[in-house]
Structure formats: C-alpha cells, structure tokens
C-alpha cells in the first residue's frame, strides 16, 4: 500500500515519563520488536481507523496499544499511537458537513456521542491527569508540512535517504531545543506581528511541546510527501533555514528580508498543495 501525502510533527518520550505498568507494557513492546517504523506506520494507523469505524457503528472499540520506538543514545523511546482518539477525530470529522440524515447513517448519534467525549477529555488534559501521559505525540498535515513546524528544527538536524523504496526526510532534535527555539520564534514573532495568526499557531505548538518528558525527542517527517519531489528538490530543501532567516531578519527589523524568506518558503510548500487538486 503507497505511503499517505502526510507529514508528521512527532514526539517520542523516554519510559520514564509512563507509569510502571506502562513502563513494563513499552519496554516488552520494543524487546519483541512489534513496533513498525515511520515509513509503514502511518498505513496501519490509517487501516485500523477505517477498520473500526466499519466494525458495527454502535461503539467505539478498545485498539491495541500501538506506537513508533526509537533508540537515542542508548535509551528507548516511544511515541503511542492514540489510535481510540484518532478513531474518535475520525468518526466526528465523517459528520462535517454532511446531511444529518447522512450523517446519523454513516455515524449515529451514539457514536458520534462517545467520540465527542473521547476528544474533549483528551483536549480539557482528563487523560492525562488520568494516566500521565500528555494527550497526542503526534501531529499530522495532509498535502505538506505546517510553516510553523520548521521554527523547532534546525538544517543541519535533516536525515535523509533516497533509496527507491524507502525514502525518507525527517529531522530529529531534543526537545530542550525545540522548545528553546519555539519559545525564541514567539518572542519575535509577537514583537514583530503582535497576535497575528502565525503568532497564535507557533504559540499553539509552543505549549504543546511543553506537555512532554524534559529528554523527549521531536521528530518533523515528510512522511509520504517525499514520493511527490524529485530527488534534487529534497537535496536542496532549506525549509528550517528560511524560517531561521525570515526569524533573524524580524528580530533585525528587517522586513523585506523576512518577506523574501516567507514568500520562498511559501511558494515551494503551495506547489506541493496544490498537487491535492491533481489527486
């Protein structure tokens, strides 16, 4: 099955920020090696959420637990799934926009009922007082990469490799230094533009990155977006260095440099987008 047009903003925590039973249930899960990695992942997710929204429609069920597993110095990290919450936003996503009488068809009421709870418990942070755990280490953009994601990476953090089958673009960091950069990104930003909506959104991720493990581990992956460049764009991608520069120039008060960079970077991820209306 091809990859998705997908990227994804994730976070992998050390196995001390779980409880002990978690602890135990993520050490066993890594040994045995049942974890699939970045490149199949995001199809079995996608399998499993179209598979549990078609079993029955009466309830939302019980998924196993599920997550990527990553190795950094000498420690195992993981990054859950959440697929019972990713089957939640999809069953309330089936519902926008459509007829109720469509809407009660495909989704009734409750189920639409228990996904809504489902969601607001993990957006009001219940679940993780509940289990200790912060609510989603894994964000996900169709048809490209967020702008505001480049602020916590920097360039010479890319991974890449473009064998046939396995092509792969992500950056890895700690997460003491995407925090470092996100919080630098909305000093300027709320200094230079005030609360306009890049502001808000960096902010937004900002306190997201807050929620986890001090020695986390932030991970930005083109996913399935590197079947749709060719081998030169991916090589000359300088996504995290223009935002770095449209950022300097900012704090500079150098706005015609900074529209320069955003502009670029705009215009590279727009010719991605718009392959969307192609599919």
Same mark, same amino acid.
């Given at each position: ?128 007082? $509940?289990? !200790?755990?912060?609510?989603?280490? &894994? ?5 490209? %990469?967020? /702008?505001?994601?480049?602020?916590? =990476? ?48 960096? $902010?937004? !991720?900002?306190?997201?990155?807050? &929620? ?5 581990? %932030?991970? /930005?992956?083109?996913?399935?977006? =590197? ?48 392959? $969307?209306?192609?599919?």
């Amino acid at each position: 099955m091809p990859s998705l047009f997908a990227s994804y903003l994730r976070v992998y925590e050390p196995l001390t920020a779980f409880d002990r039973d978690r602890q135990s249930f993520w050490r066993r899960y890594a040994k045995e090696g049942r974890d699939l990695g970045p490149v199949e992942g995001p199809v079995r997710q996608r399998t499993a959420v179209l598979e549990a929204l078609g079993a029955g429609w009466t309830r939302l069920p019980d998924l196993p637990d599920e997550a990527y597993v990553l190795e950094w110095d000498n420690s195992i990290l993981v990054c859950p799934w959440n697929l019972r919450l990713r089957v939640a936003e999809a069953a309330l996503t089936a519902r926008d926009g459509v007829p109720a009488v469509l809407a009660d068809a495909f989704v009734p009421p409750i189920l639409a009922g228990q996904a809504k709870a489902v969601v607001e418990d993990w957006r009001s942070g219940a679940k993780v007082l $509940e289990q !200790g755990v912060p609510r989603v280490h &894994e964000q996900v953009s169709t048809w490209g %990469v967020p /702008l505001r994601w480049f602020a916590f =990476v920097d360039l010479e953090e890319r991974d890449i490799a473009l064998k046939a089958r396995r092509r792969t673009l992500r950056y890895r960091t700690e997460i003491s230094k995407a925090r470092r950069r996100a919080h630098r990104a909305v000093s300027v930003l709320r200094k230079s533009l005030g609360d306009a909506p890049i502001t808000e959104a960096v $902010e937004e !991720g900002t306190r997201w990155l807050e &929620e986890f493990h001090p020695r986390s581990v %932030v991970e /930005l992956d083109y996913g399935g977006l =590197v079947n749709l460049l060719p081998e030169d764009k991916l090589n000359e991608d300088d996504s995290p260095g223009l935002v770095a520069a449209g950022l300097s120039a900012l704090s500079r008060g150098d706005a015609e440099s900074a529209s320069e960079a955003y502009e670029k970077l705009v215009a590279r991820w727009r010719a991605v987008q718009l392959l $969307e209306r192609c599919n």
